[in-house]
């Protein structure tokens, strides 16, 4: 059972997608075979991309992880969505809360001393693509996040995706405030 602090699903919202109805809602175990689709088939525009940064995940026992990943799904400070139309997996996003650090006070960074909000995932299956499924689910990781006292929304993703960047800043309004820098020590 979901804890009472993330009666999320309690409050499903039914959305049109041109002629589809999709849902929003918590991630269930059995969401796992549908999940791990969507993440092959991302994976996959990321290989084409940028083969040196990216690969196709393992795919042998990755369902099974997924479906025992309930105790991080379920924990009070992380959150797993799914956007789900008619059994299929639309759309799937994880986030965390991320609360002030305890060094804080100490640091120039802002944002370390409040509650920040981190979504670490969010991808839509190729056949939903630019239909809202992603703008949903962020939003409603948004949602959650505000109302658990997160006053920022943190993410990042590969700079020259031609998705995910306009997703990001175009559609979303998220701005950018840093830069990984990475090179092969060799
Ligand atoms: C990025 C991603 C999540 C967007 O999902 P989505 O459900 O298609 O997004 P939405 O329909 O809610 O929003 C669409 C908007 O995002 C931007 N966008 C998405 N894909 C785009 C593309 N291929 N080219 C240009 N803009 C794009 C546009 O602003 C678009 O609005 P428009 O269709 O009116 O031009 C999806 O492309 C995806 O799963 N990509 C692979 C995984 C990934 O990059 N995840 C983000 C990093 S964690």
Redesign the pocket.
Known sequence: MFQSNRRFAARNTGRRLGAMAFTIREARDDDAAGIVR?GQE?SA??VRLAPEHFRVPDQEGLVEFIENDREWREGKDTLALVAEDKGAIA?YLEASLQQPDETARWQAQRDLSQIRLL???????DA???????????QAAERWGRERGAVVAL????ID????V???E???GYRRRAIIFRKLLE
């Open positions: 969507l991302n525009h990321y759309g979504i670490n995932y969010v991808g839509t299956a939903y693509k630019r239909q809202g499924v992603a703008t949903e689910l962020v993410c990042d993703t590969l995706s031609p998705m995910s306009p997703f990001w175009q559609r979303m």
